[in-house]
């Protein structure tokens, strides 16, 4: 039996690793690269068979924030050429939300600009979700809206909202280094105020900012003592006009360590892989479908997506079936040693702005 046998094992019974076994994952070479997969998969699979749950982003608020988070194209004085708008009307956010449902998304995601909501934006919001759900009342909706006052969890909750996202991105010890207009703590405490008014909690990281495997362990462990019921892996999308551009230090390979090291951790979380997988895993992606069993389907709140039908065809060429589609599947898994380290290249001539869907005149990329 091998480590990573042994990490399985202990994941597939919910059993938090050692810290030393996550670093190691970080630490494993290219020659173990498809037993981290392997294993990983052992524990995808017995928690969530061979299903992909499908994810759409409906960015209702964009760009022109007052906080200053580097990785982001929306904060303020950010000269990424995003496109910008207020609140999108109840009717514009029902039809970019229907068309992800129509393109296979179980769950569609609201997601507002901005530190926090006001109690009037949470109106705002509560009447799209409720026009939302009265049209597809089998869809989750989860709401992205920042920082969260006293009781607006709780307004969203009876609204019909299932779930409420907030990422911690990073350790606690490398906040600063990511933000200085707010801190580690207060996202800590709106994770856990939408816990206890009864939303699905969904928190995660972005991998790529220059963080050490210390921090992306210590998020994974910080992640998992809040039990979130998905956790989103953004990988860096290193805008030009923000100030971690020209930031490229992800290969393919290391993006798929970070994805097994945070199954790993959170072993029966709907680990979902996030925005930046397109430029990051690269020809790898279909691999990572193996570590996580979530997706968002088409385009990120301000970059364009893969066309929609390129995933859906990735996911069947994969062996992997959309969930909400038809009933599950079996494999399994082994493993061999050693390693070297790929060199990061630049690529940004892979980051596209978004210039379709909601904010525009144009079809949306479902
Ligand atoms: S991540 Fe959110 S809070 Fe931070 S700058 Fe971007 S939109 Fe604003």
Known sequence: MTWLDDLADKAVNRELPAREEALAVLASGDDELLDVVAAAFRVRRRF??????????VNIKSGLCPEDCFYCSQRVGSAAEV???????TDE????????????ARRVCLVASGRGPTDRDVDRVCESIEAFKSQHPDVEVCACLGLLSAGQADRLAAAGTT??????NTSGGHYADICSTHEYADRVSTVTTAKEAGLSPCSGLIAGMGETDEDLVDVAFALRALSPDSVPVNFLI???????????ELTPQRCLRILAMVRFVNPDAEVRLAGGREIHLR???????HVVNSIFLGDY??????????????????????????????????????????????????????HRGPGTTLPANT
Request: aromatic share 8%; hydrophobic share 40%; proline share 11%.
């Open 48 to 57: 969530f068979g061979r299903k992909v749950k499908l994810n759409y982003l």
């Open 83 to 89: 496109l910008k708008y207020t609140w999108l009307k």
């Open 93 to 104: 956010i029902v039809a970019s939300a229907s068309a992800g449902v129509a393109g296979g």
């Open 163 to 168: 779930a409420y996202n907030h990422n911690l």
């Open 238 to 248: 290193p805008f030009e006009g923000t100030p971690l551009a020209g930031k490229w």
């Open 283 to 289: 020809s790898l992606q279909p691999l990572a479908l």
């Open 301 to 354: 709140l301000t970059s364009e997506g893969q066309p929609g039908a390129a995933d859906l065809a990735m996911i069947a060429d994969a062996g992997f079936e959309v969930a909400g589609a038809s009933p599950a599947t079996e494999p399994d898994a082994p493993a061999t040693p050693h390693a070297t380290p790929t060199p990061a290249t630049p690529h940004p001539d892979l980051v596209h702005i978004r």
